[in-house]
């Protein structure tokens, strides 16, 4: 059975199937990987496919089949440095790959990210993506199907398979894309974010830093801390979702206004009136009594840094959104890639150890921007388009008396 030239195997059940898959795999420049999960009432995501590919073969994987050992696709995936591992929106599929086995694929490609280096596509979803550069439509249908029932039907597994078909003829386009706009090493750092292995390793210690915080009391934050992290272990004890226990709100409300008592538990918005005299409202109230204040090194930066914007700082702020809303459509490249909005807001503010003002950011985006905050830069309105100048480029000619009225210079606005 063929597909665009390309052979697709049957669904791989067994071990020795799936190992001398490996082994050809192994001797391929990339492979293109994808995963089916389901999580909806776990804590841990229950994986119920993998599908991989080259440029020459395709084939899925059934990891429930009974009886077989996913050693050879795990050793591949983490272990062999001479294999690029190429995924699209990746993280929930490097997360599965984690908690097998605490390493990431590596080395590893994100066509999503990469997309955000030579197009305004900031999150651009697989179908878009597949839409973009094969003109074709993707079926959706079997999408939101439950993937952990057996056995699988064929439009599934099609499906399934389809996703790194796609992506294995889509990725040397875009990889031919990035070497000739001289872009590839704008993602080095963005590849080697997404192959951190702790950022998929949830340590309970620091849940807390997920929810938002309600001030910067070290009372309540210290409160905060040590009930999510007892929520952690909970979900991950009886592998359950965490919000299955409490909600964020739910958790902040209690760290900020904690019970006398287990019996005002049952007053608390987002727990039933059962958590008064059950074994899992005496676990709480025991984290609230041992919870101590947060350490003074533990304690969150700032949101903004710098002196604060006032009015005038917000407004050099709204012109950095500006000119990186007209920089990023000018080199055709995701703002977001560049910077972010809380950026250009502490840059306004005074601050100078900033990405946007390091590296390749720099020389793209964050001299301009710097310029534009040092009243060196300026926007012009030419022909009815806006564009950016440099002050000392704007000429302005008076004109000579009696004479006919000489055009206009061009409006300019800059940050003062």
């Not at 597994?157 to 990889?175: K, N, S």
């Not at 074994?279 to 709480?284: A, N, V």
């Amino acid at each position: 059975m063929r597909k665009d030239d390309m052979k697709i195997h049957p669904l791989i059940t067994t071990t020795e199937a799936l190992s001398d898959l490996c082994t050809r795999l192994a001797k391929s420049e990339f492979v293109a990987v994808d995963t089916e999960f389901m999580r909806e009432n776990t804590y841990w995501p229950e994986l119920c496919l993998v599908q991989i590919a080259n440029t020459e073969e395709a084939a899925a994987i059934d990891p429930m089949a009974p009886g077989i050992d996913l050693g050879p696709l795990l050793e591949l995936m983490c272990n062999n440095e001479d294999v690029l591992k190429v995924f699209h929106a990746g993280g929930q599929d490097v997360e599965i790959i984690v908690n097998l086995t605490g390493k990431t694929p590596h080395p590893i490609f994100d066509t999503q990210i990469a997309m955000m280096a030579i197009s305004q596509s900031e999150q651009i979803g697989y179908a878009n993506l597949v839409e973009t550069w094969m003109g074709l439509t993707i079926d959706k249908g079997a999408r939101f199907t439950d993937w952990s029932r057996r056995p699988l039907t064929d439009r599934q597994i099609e499906y399934a398979i389809g996703d790194v078909t796609h992506l294995a003829t889509i990725f040397p386009r875009i990889l031919k894309k990035l070497i000739k706009t001289g872009r590839g090493l704008w993602l080095d750092a963005e590849m080697e974010k997404l192959a951190d292995p702790s950022n998929y390793l949830t340590d309970p210690g620091v849940a807390w830093k997920r929810i938002r915080q309600p001030g910067r009391n070290p009372q309540v934050l210290g409160r905060m801390k040590a009930l999510a992290a007892w929520r952690e272990s909970e979900a991950q004890h009886k592998n359950i979702p965490r919000g299955r226990i409490m909600r964020d709100e739910t958790l902040a409300d209690i760290a900020s206004h904690p019970p006398k008592g287990q019996a005002d538990l049952a007053k608390v918005r987002g727990l039933s009136a059962a958590w008064r005299d059950n074994d899992i409202g005496k676990r709480l109230m025991k984290v609230l009594a041992d919870a101590e204040p947060l350490p003074k090194d533990e304690m969150p930066e700032k949101i903004k840094q710098g002196a604060p914007l006032g009015k005038e700082g917000a407004l050099v702020a709204d012109l950095l959104k500006l000119l990186l809303k007209i920089r990023a459509r000018e080199i055709d490249v995701a703002a977001r890639l560049l910077t972010r909005a809380d950026e250009m807001e502490a840059l306004a503010a005074g601050v100078r150890d900033l990405p946007v003002l390091q590296g390749w950011r720099f020389e793209v985006f964050g001299k301009d921007a710097l310029d534009l905050v040092e009243g060196k830069l300026a926007f012009a309105v030419e022909r009815g388009k806006l564009k950016m100048t440099h002050i000392d480029d704007v000429v302005v000619v008076a004109p000579a008396a009696e004479a006919a009225p000489e055009p206009e210079a061009p409006d300019t606005l800059a940050a003062e």
